[in-house]
Nanobody, 113 residues
Framework: QVQLVESGGGLVQPGGSLKLACAASGSIFSSSPMDWFRQAPGKQREFVAGITHFGTTNYADSVKGRFTISRESAKNSVYLQMNNLKPEDTAVYYC???????WGQGTQVTVSS
């Protein structure tokens, strides 16, 4: 089983930036697509960004041009650089591995003045 541990969340003003990190255990990381999801209060969990083991990326329309997902195989890690943050980006952000299906515990991101 893959263990995923997120870090990097916090409180930031609108227009600010944060970089989330997800550390994965297990050799499956190198071949598994990885994703970031988020869940705001009272809303369903939604897809934010994904990256294949080849490095191909895709994004939700709401974050295109502002968020960048990347991965570093040597550190078994995936990152989410978030720029120009908006209040509607406030949510718990979760790291997800496709194979095997695994979730991290989540990290809170709050965008507020």
């Amino acid at each position: 089983q893959v263990q995923l541990v997120e870090s990097g969340g916090g409180l930031v003003q609108p227009g600010g930036s944060l970089k989330l990190a997800c550390a994965a255990s297990g050799s499956i990381f190198s071949s598994s697509p990885m994703d970031w999801f988020r869940q705001a209060p009272g809303k369903q969990r939604e897809f934010v960004a994904g990256i294949t083991h080849f490095g191909t990326t895709n994004y939700a329309d709401s974050v295109k041009g502002r968020f960048t997902i990347s991965r570093e195989s040597a550190k078994n890690s995936v990152y989410l650089q978030m720029n120009n943050l908006k209040p509607e980006d406030t949510a718990v952000y979760y790291c997800h591995a496709d194979f095997p299906n695994s979730w991290g515990q989540g990290t809170q991101v709050t965008v507020s003045s």
